[in-house]
Nanobody, 124 residues
Framework: QVQLVESGGGLVQAGGSLRLSCAASGLTFNAYAMGWFCQVPGKEREFVAA????????YYADSVKGRFTISRDNAKNTVSLQMNSLKPDDTAVYYC?????????????????WGKGTQVTVSS
């Protein structure tokens, strides 16, 4: 059974930092591209960042470029999202997801497995 479990969310002031982590089990981790998405109530899930199977490629939404960094450790089956210079608009539930596709998929439909999410709240 595939499980993706996010951690590291919380409440932070604007300008602060958080590091999200996602622990994967039940799948061959290095066979999957990994992504982070976010969602606020009433809106569709949005792409944040993705990393290829071997970490050679990363891709970011324009809104987070220069502030967020995605990384993975295939030996530990984990993917992380370092979030710096946080803004109130970053407030959302953040999900990690796994895709069998190559490269850095950006569409939620390209991802087969999802975690349950972790809440990030940025106060002004």
């Amino acid at each position: 059974q595939v499980q993706l479990v996010e951690s590291g969310g919380g409440l932070v002031q604007a300008g602060g930092s958080l590091r999200l982590s996602c622990a994967a089990s039940g799948l061959t981790f290095n066979a999957y591209a990994m992504g982070w998405f976010c969602q606020v109530p009433g809106k569709e899930r949005e792409f944040v960042a993705a990393i290829s199977k071997n970490s050679y490629s990363t891709y970011y939404a324009d809104s987070v470029k220069g502030r967020f960094t995605i990384s993975r450790d295939n030996a530990k089956n984990t993917v992380s999202l370092q979030m710096n210079s946080l803004k109130p608009d970053d407030t959302a539930v953040y999900y990690c997801a796994a895709s069998v596709l190559s490269g850095t998929p950006i569409s939620p439909g390209n991802y087969a497995y999802w975690g349950k999410g972790t809440q990030v709240t940025v106060s002004s």
